[in-house]
């Protein structure tokens, strides 16, 4: 992490009047779990520097003092062990959830508890904290069928659509990101982001800097959308991908098409 430095039905009324409200600008509560992950730290500094208030869950006091140096509020907890009252305890009074943690694969077990499990323990915990809004950072579920992919990963896959069912199913306002293969190289600030994309590989830089802006979209809501490296500006990218959502929802909920 960086060192300091006309017609419309009631859902879609409701994101114009939160994005009239200024949603879309003004700074936000965010609770990232995962934050210590190479996404999650990234998304951090990224939100930091829109002046969001951030927080997050890690698993040690380890890092307490580093995230605290950039005034980012960390909370001590495994997700394997903590109840969703756990969590609602902490994501209280936030505006939005972020859940970027992950097994990325190996042991089932671990694999249930936090890719599958967590995302459900998460939801409850938005229910019950009155968290209404909860962003997904998940997988291409049908990525690679050309190839013989080992087992547990396969089941990872699994678990992460079982996730992502859950959370679409929440009737929270949500949004599922679903990266291609995840580099550390330098981002390049240029995009592919549409309901599907090619699985190719995308920066984790570039991962967050979508994230950042899309959690900053109330128009991005109950909505997949696949995310991979491309030539599209990601500022672009979010405000294109906003307005399609806005007018698919405005057409679904119109009475016309009853
Ligand atoms: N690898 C890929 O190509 C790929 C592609 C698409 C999507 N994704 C998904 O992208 C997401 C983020 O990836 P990343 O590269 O940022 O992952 P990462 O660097 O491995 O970070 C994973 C995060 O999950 C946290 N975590 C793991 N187990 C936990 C537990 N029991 N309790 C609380 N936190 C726990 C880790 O905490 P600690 O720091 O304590 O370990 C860490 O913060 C993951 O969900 C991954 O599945 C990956």
């Given at each position: 992490?960086?060192?300091?430095?006309?017609r419309?039905g009631?859902?879609?009324?409701?994101?114009?009047?939160?994005?009239?409200?200024?949603?879309g600008?003004?700074?936000?509560?965010?609770?990232?779990?995962?934050?210590?992950?190479?996404i999650?730290?990234?998304?951090?500094?990224?939100?930091?520097?829109?002046?969001?208030?951030?927080?997050?869950?890690?698993?040690?006091?380890?890092?307490?003092?580093?995230?605290?140096?950039v005034?980012v509020?960390?909370?001590?907890?495994?997700?394997?062990?903590?109840t969703?009252?756990?969590?609602?305890?902490?994501?209280t009074?936030?505006?939005?959830?972020?859940?970027t943690?992950?097994s990325?694969?190996?042991?089932?077990?671990?694999?249930?508890?936090?890719?599958?499990?967590?995302?459900?323990k998460?939801?409850?915990?938005?229910?019950?904290?009155?968290?209404?809004?909860?962003?997904?950072?998940?997988?291409?579920?049908?990525?690679w069928?050309e190839?013989?992919?080992p087992?547990?990963?396969?089941?990872?896959?699994?678990?992460?659509?079982?996730?992502?069912?859950?959370?679409?199913?929440?009737?929270?306002?949500?949004?599922?990101?679903?990266?291609?293969?995840?580099?550390?190289?330098?981002?390049?600030?240029?995009?592919?982001?549409g309901?599907?994309?090619?699985?190719?590989?995308?920066?984790?830089?570039?991962?967050?800097?979508t994230?950042?802006?899309?959690?900053?979209?109330?128009?991005?809501?109950?909505?997949i959308?696949?995310?991979?490296e491309?030539?599209?500006?990601?500022?672009?990218?979010?405000?294109?991908?906003?307005?399609?959502?806005?007018?698919?929802?405005?057409?679904?909920?119109?009475?016309d098409?009853?």
């Amino acid at each position: 992490m960086r060192q300091q430095s006309g017609r419309e039905g009631p859902w879609i009324s409701n994101i114009k009047f939160q994005y009239n409200l200024g949603m879309g600008r003004h700074s936000m509560d965010i609770f990232v779990i995962g934050i210590t992950g190479r996404i999650g730290r990234l998304l951090a500094d990224h939100l930091k520097d829109r002046g969001d208030n951030v927080k997050g869950l890690t698993r040690s006091t380890r890092d307490e003092a580093e995230f605290a140096a950039v005034g980012v509020k960390t909370y001590v907890g495994d997700l394997g062990a903590m109840t969703p009252h756990d969590l609602a305890a902490v994501v209280t009074g936030t505006d939005v959830i972020v859940f970027t943690a992950g097994s990325n694969g190996g042991e089932r077990g671990v694999t249930e508890a936090i890719d599958r499990d967590g995302v459900a323990k998460t939801v409850e915990a938005a229910h019950l904290a009155g968290v209404r809004r909860v962003a997904l950072v998940s997988v291409f579920p049908e990525a690679w069928r050309e190839r013989e992919l080992p087992a547990d990963e396969e089941y990872y896959f699994a678990a992460k659509k079982e996730a992502e069912v859950t959370l679409s199913h929440s009737g929270l306002d949500w949004f599922i990101l679903r990266p291609s293969l995840l580099t550390d190289d330098a981002s390049t600030g240029l995009i592919a982001l549409g309901l599907a994309e090619v699985h190719g590989q995308i920066s984790r830089g570039d991962v967050a800097a979508t994230l950042a802006h899309l959690l900053h979209e109330p128009r991005i809501s109950r909505q997949i959308l696949e995310l991979n490296e491309g030539d599209i500006r990601i500022e672009a990218a979010v405000s294109c991908a906003a307005a399609e959502a806005e007018t698919e929802t405005a057409a679904k909920c119109s009475p016309d098409r009853a």
